[in-house]
C-alpha cells in the first residue's frame, strides 16, 4: 500500500543527471520495502531530490501494482513478508514489464544481491551506506542503462528477424571456422538443425569432393580479408546436406566485429535453379548455333549448286545456240532472196533470237560469278575516275547518237575491281541514256559523296522515270518495264549492278516520277574492311 507520495519540481543540482534521465525529468520509483522506517527515510531523500515515490510492503502487493504502468525503477528489499531472497527477484523480475530493477540489500544480503544482479538487475544499494544523491543517481542510471539493453535487445531482436527472414540461408563462423549462427533457411537448406549446425567446422558444410586443401585455402582468405566489404565477392561451390547431397551454393562473406574478435557471416544462395537455367541456357545456344551452321552450310550448298547449274547450263545452252546461229547465218548467206519474203523474215527472226539468247546467257553467267569474285579476291582500290572515263569510252557510238552530255564530279578510289566497276557504271550509265524519250538529248550527273565510311554515288537523268511502285522489283532478275521493241535489253542489267553492291555490302536504289527522270543512288565501302 502506498503510504506516501510525492511529487516536486525541480530540484538544484539535479540537472547534472538530466542526461540519463528518461524523456521526463520526474522519475517515478516503487519502493518494495516491509520497514516503514526505512521506506520513510528513503521517501523523504528522494523527495527532495524531485522524485516521485511510492511504496509498497509486499511483494504480491508489488507484483499488482507492476502491472499497471506509471513506475520507471523498482527499488527492492529481498527480504519481505512474503518472500525471500534472490525468488523476490526473480518473481518481479520474471513479469516481463522492463523495469529495471534496483535491489536494495542489508550487509547481510551482498552476496544475493550480486547473483541477483548477474540475473538481470541493474545495480544494488546497501542500505543506510548510500548518500542520497548517489542513490537517485543510481536509479536514473538504472533507467538509463536498462532502456540502452531493451533497446539493444529490440536491435537485436530485429537483426535476427531478418536473418530468419532471409530468403537465403544465413551463416556466421568464427576466425578458427566454427559456425557460430544458423538460421532458419540454413536448416532447410542444409538439413542441419541451428543445435546440430553450431560447433561445426565450416569445412564439413562443403562437398568431400573438393580436397581439404582447397577448403581450407578458401577459408583462408575469407578470415584473411582486410575489408569488411566482402559482399561483392561472390563465390560458388559445393554445398553439403547432412543426407549426404551435394548442392551448388553461391556465398560471399563479410566480416563483423564482435567483443571476441571478428565474425564472418555469410548468406548463401542455393544455386541449383539458375544453374540448370544456365546450362540448358547454353544447351540452346549450342543447339541453335548448331542449327545456323547447318543451315549456312546447307545455303552455302545450295548456292554453290545454282551458281555450278547457271555456269553448267549456260555453257550447255551455249553450244546448241551456236550451232543455231550458224546454220541460220548459213541458210541466210546461201538462201536469202532465193526462197520467198516470208523465209528471208523468219531467218532474220532466227538470227535475232540467237543473239538475244546469246545475250541472256552471258548476263547470266556474268551474274553468277559475281558473289564469288567479291568474297575470294582481296580487292585492289579502283580509281572512279579512270572506270568512269572507260566507260564513257565504252558507250561513245551510243553517246554520240543521242548527243548525249555528262556532268561528273570528283569520283574516290573504292575496294571494288575495276571490271565489277565498269559493269556497275556501265550498265546504270547506258541505261541513263536509253531510258531517255527518242526526242529528248540525255543529261546525266554523276556524283560521289562520303558519308563516315562509306561512298554514296548518284546517277541523275532526264529520262522517261519509272513509277514508284518499281522501285524494288526493278532490281529483280529478268524483271523489265517496257516490251524489246521500244528499249532492247535484258533485264539482267540491274540485277548484276545489285549483286555487285550488295557482295560489297553496299544498297542500292532509285528515286524517280515518271516523266521526270531517276536518280540510281549506290554505295561502296570507303576502305577495305579488314581482315579477322
Ligand atoms: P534492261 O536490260 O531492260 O535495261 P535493267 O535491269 O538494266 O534491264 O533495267 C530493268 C528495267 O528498269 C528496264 O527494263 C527499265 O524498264 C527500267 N529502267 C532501268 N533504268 C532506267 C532508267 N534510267 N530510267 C527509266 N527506267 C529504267
Request: glycine share 6%; charged share 25%; hydrophobic share 40%.
Amino acid at each position: 500500500m502506498t503510504i506516501d507520495k510525492i511529487t516536486q519540481a525541480q530540484v538544484s543540482g539535479e540537472t547534472s543527471l538530466s542526461a540519463v534521465a528518461t524523456q521526463s525529468t520526474s522519475l517515478s520509483v516503487l519502493i518494495v520495502e516491509d520497514s516503514p522506517t526505512q521506506a520513510k527515510l528513503l521517501n523523504i531523500s528522494l523527495r527532495r531530490l524531485g522524485v516521485d515515490v511510492e511504496w509498497l510492503g509486499t511483494l504480491s502487493d508489488a507484483l499488482t501494482r507492476l502491472k499497471q504502468p506509471g513506475i520507471d525503477v523498482v527499488l527492492l528489499d529481498l527480504s519481505l513478508p512474503d518472500s525471500t531472497g534472490l525468488a523476490t527477484f526473480h518473481r518481479i523480475h520474471n513479469l516481463n514489464v522492463s523495469i529495471p530493477i534496483v535491489v536494495l540489500t542489508g550487509l547481510d544480503d551482498q552476496r544475493v544481491a550480486l547473483e541477483a544482479m548477474q540475473s538481470g538487475a541493474q545495480d544494488y544499494l546497501v542500505k543506510g551506506r548510500a548518500s542520497d544523491d548517489s542513490i537517485v543517481r543510481c536509479l536514473r542510471y538504472a533507467i538509463e542503462r536498462n532502456r540502452i539493453e531493451l533497446a539493444l535487445r529490440e536491435s537485436e531482436r530485429r537483426t535476427r528477424q531478418i536473418i530468419e527472414n532471409s530468403f537465403d540461408a544465413f551463416m556466421a563462423i568464427n576466425g578458427n571456422g566454427i559456425v557460430t549462427d544458423w538460421n532458419l533457411k540454413a536448416e532447410k537448406m542444409f538439413g542441419f538443425t541451428r543445435n546440430e549446425a553450431l560447433g561445426k567446422h565450416v569445412t564439413e558444410l562443403v562437398s568431400p569432393s573438393i580436397p581439404m586443401e582447397r577448403k581450407l585455402d578458401s577459408l583462408a582468405q575469407i578470415i584473411s580479408q582486410e575489408s569488411s566489404d566482402m559482399l561483392n565477392t561472390r563465390r560458388e561451390t559445393l554445398a553439403l546436406r547432412k543426407d549426404g547431397s551435394e548442392f551448388p551454393v553461391e556465398y560471399g562473406f563479410f566480416r563483423v566485429k564482435s567483443k571476441d574478435g571478428y565474425i564472418y557471416c555469410s548468406f548463401l544462395s542455393d544455386i541449383t535453379e539458375r544453374q540448370e537455367i544456365e546450362r540448358k541456357r547454353k544447351q540452346i545456344n549450342q543447339e541453335l548455333e548448331r542449327m545456323v551452321q547447318e543451315r549456312t552450310a546447307e545455303l552455302q550448298r545450295s548456292n554453290e549448286e545454282l551458281h555450278q547449274f547457271a555456269k553448267v547450263a549456260s555453257h550447255d545452252l551455249q553450244e546448241p545456240l551456236r550451232s543455231i546461229e550458224g546454220f541460220a547465218q548459213l541458210l541466210a548467206k546461201r538462201y536469202r532472196g532465193q526462197l520467198d519474203k516470208d523465209a528471208d523474215e523468219f531467218i532474220d527472226f532466227i538470227l535475232e533470237g540467237t543473239a538475244r539468247m546469246e545475250q541472256l546467257i552471258q548476263a547470266v553467267l556474268v551474274h553468277s560469278s559475281i558473289g564469288e569474285e567479291a568474297e575470294t579476291l582481296e580487292n585492289p582500290m579502283t580509281d572512279v575516275n579512270s572506270v568512269i572515263k572507260e566507260v564513257l569510252a565504252n558507250l561513245r557510238q551510243s553517246i554520240q547518237e543521242r548527243g548525249a552530255t555528262f556532268q561528273v564530279g570528283p569520283m574516290p578510289t573504292v575496294p571494288v575491281t575495276r571490271s565489277q566497276l565498269i559493269q556497275l557504271f556501265q550498265n546504270l550509265i547506258s541505261n541513263a541514256i536509253k531510258y531517255t524519250g527518242a526526242n529528248a538529248t540525255p543529261s546525266v550527273s554523276i556524283s560521289a559523296e562520303l558519308n563516315v565510311n562509306e561512298w554514296m554515288f548518284s546517277i541523275q537523268d532526264n529520262g522517261i522515270g519509272i513509277d514508284s511502285k518499281y522501285a524494288d522489283k526493278i532490281f529483280d532478275m529478268f524483271a523489265r518495264l517496257h516490251g524489246r521493241t521500244k528499249y532492247s535489253g535484258t533485264g539482267m542489267g540491274l540485277a548484276i549492278c545489285k549483286k555487285i553492291v550488295t557482295a560489297h555490302g553496299g544498297r542500292i536504289w532509285m528515286e524517280s516520277e515518271v516523266g521526270h527522270g531517276s536518280i540510281f543512288f549506290f554505295t561502296l565501302p570507303a576502305k577495305t574492311p579488314s581482315k579477322e
